[in-house]
C-alpha cells in the first residue's frame, strides 16, 4: 500500500491541537476593515476550532496531522 499524501493547501491552513482538535483561523480580516469594529477585528485575529461536522473530511485531507 502506497503512501497517503497531504493536500499540502490544507497543511497550510489548519494545524492540531494539544487535545487532537483541529485548529483554524478565522475569515474576513484582509480588506475593507474600515467598515469593521475595533472589537470584531480583534476577536477575528483569534484562531477557532474546527466544527465537528467538517473535521471528518479535514483528516481525509491530513491523514498525518
Excluded: C, W
Amino acid at each position: 500500500m502506497p503512501k497517503m499524501k497531504t493536500r499540502r493547501g490544507a497543511a497550510k491552513r489548519f494545524s492540531k491541537t494539544g487535545t487532537g482538535k483541529i485548529k483554524r483561523h478565522k475569515a474576513y480580516l484582509r480588506h475593507i476593515l474600515t467598515s469593521k469594529t475595533r472589537k470584531q477585528k480583534r476577536q477575528l485575529g483569534a484562531s477557532a476550532v474546527v466544527d465537528k461536522t467538517n473535521e471528518k473530511a479535514l483528516r481525509r485531507l491530513l491523514p498525518y496531522l
